[in-house]
């Protein structure tokens, strides 16, 4: 587990490229091992935010991204199936965006966000 926290340090590091693009007409979603993720904002319902607590402090936020329509291979997930249940909002968000490694605040990236969505 240590070695795995040097790897993606070492990586994030040495890492040009943004993690994260917003233009006129799509949010692009960059990982760090994987492909990225793109999103055109006509796909798009909404943006919310969520923190996690602990023991009263907040300790995570994320963004979620509410999809219109989510993938047919997310649709058919155990994950869908049970979330949809207690909130079909949390079961439409495929997507998540995590700012922590954004030099950019919570509040004010969903708010650029929702002015992107809107226009």
């Given at each position: 587990?240590f070695?795995?926290?040097?790897?993606?340090?070492?990586?994030?590091?040495?890492?040009?490229?943004?993690?994260?693009?917003?233009?006129?007409?799509?949010?692009?979603?960059?990982?760090?091992?994987?492909?990225p993720?793109s999103l055109?904002?006509?796909?798009?319902?909404?943006?919310?935010?969520v923190t996690?607590?602990?023991?009263?402090?907040?300790?995570n936020?994320?963004i979620?991204i509410?999809?219109?329509?989510?993938?047919?291979?997310?649709?058919?997930?155990?994950y869908y199936?049970?979330?949809?249940?207690?909130s079909?909002r949390?079961?439409?968000?495929?997507?998540?965006?995590?700012?922590?490694l954004?030099?950019?605040?919570?509040?004010?990236?969903?708010e650029i966000?929702?002015?992107?969505?809107?226009?």
């Amino acid at each position: 587990m240590f070695l795995s926290g040097i790897i993606i340090s070492i990586k994030l590091l040495f890492r040009k490229k943004p993690l994260l693009t917003i233009s006129t007409n799509e949010l692009v979603i960059y990982t760090i091992f994987r492909k990225p993720i793109s999103l055109r904002f006509d796909e798009i319902k909404s943006f919310y935010l969520v923190t996690s607590h602990h023991k009263g402090i907040p300790t995570n936020r994320k963004i979620f991204i509410e999809l219109k329509e989510p993938s047919q291979r997310f649709k058919n997930s155990v994950y869908y199936r049970i979330t949809r249940i207690f909130s079909l909002r949390l079961a439409n968000s495929q997507y998540g965006i995590q700012a922590d490694l954004i030099k950019i605040n919570h509040n004010e990236l969903l708010e650029i966000l929702n002015d992107r969505l809107q226009k």
